[in-house]
């Protein structure tokens, strides 16, 4: 692993880190030289993520939605990888299909649970022990990166819940980054377009996506990989973004950024 002097015995929380952009976002950290907390719904999940990263990383089952779950995963990184400079609220689900008029309410409430509710605890729980902590040069005393999504702005069909959790995310961004910026914790938020996490291949695979139309639609003509969104959330966990708080970065291809008819992107291959 590479010298790190800036994290040398820090440690970074990632939550749903056993896949996707969550596993490619831990893997990130740890090269940069964090000490990083997998945590995950799924136990057996986390704790072999955190084996293939090394002895020096931590697999931890927690539910973000439990607000004594996370107290307890928290507390129990801190512990054993130091002090915590590094959030990344990422745990998440998908949202149920279907007609608005159809749909379920608890499935609603379960959605916004994950999304909302999870990062408002987990940004608590690890933003009380970076208060107390001294400021470092260059990090302050610690940044979150929140997850929204296409979703947070723009309006997907039948997507209640997500939309409303991942717009709420960005609201909650901007209110915790502006109440803690003079404390030296920085807050923001990465919005991804569609990614090529294993779910969504998943999802491709039984037709319930249409990949071919959201490579047309997405400027750049593709989906993202995952650790090209790990990218992002490390650019702004980094002291490489020491002056920006309270921001959401697009990583979406250019999707937000359209706002032309389809048919004047060129044909992909072109």
């Not at 400021?135 to 069909?157: E, F, H, K, Q």
Request: proline share 4%; with cysteine; glycine share 12%.
């Amino acid at each position: 692993m590479p010298d790190h002097p800036c994290t040398s015995g820090l440690a970074a929380i990632v939550t749903g880190a056993a896949d996707g952009i969550g596993w490619a976002t831990a893997q990130h950290l740890a090269s940069d030289g964090y000490r990083v907390g997998l945590l995950d719904l799924r136990a057996e999940a986390a704790t072999a993520r955190a084996a293939e990263l090394g002895p020096q990383h931590l697999g931890i089952a927690c539910d973000v939605t439990q607000a004594a779950s996370v107290e307890a995963a928290v507390a129990e990184v801190a512990a054993k990888l130091g002090r915590i400079a590094v959030l990344v609220n990422n745990a998440g689900i998908g949202d149920q299909t279907g007609a608005t008029v159809d749909q379920n309410v608890d499935a609603f409430d379960r959605v916004l649970s994950v999304h909302l509710r999870g990062a408002f605890l987990m940004s608590q729980a690890v933003a009380r022990r970076m208060l107390q902590a001294a400021p470092i040069d260059g990090l302050g005393r610690g940044a979150i990166v929140n997850l929204g999504s296409i979703a947070s702005t723009g309006g997907l069909p039948t997507r209640n819940a997500y939309s409303a959790g991942k717009a709420g995310i960005l609201g909650m961004t901007r209110a915790m980054a502006s109440e803690w910026a003079r404390d030296g914790i920085r807050v923001n938020a990465v919005a991804p377009g569609y990614v090529r996490t294993a779910l969504l291949i998943e999802l491709e695979e039984k037709g319930a996506i249409d990949a071919a139309g959201i490579a047309h639609r997405t400027p750049m003509g593709r989906m993202a990989q995952p650790a090209e969104i790990a990218d992002a959330i490390a650019f702004l966990a980094s002291p490489r973004a020491s002056y920006i708080t309270g921001a959401t970065l697009p990583v979406d291809g250019g999707w937000s950024a359209f706002g032309a008819t389809e048919s004047q992107l060129a044909a992909l291959g072109a």
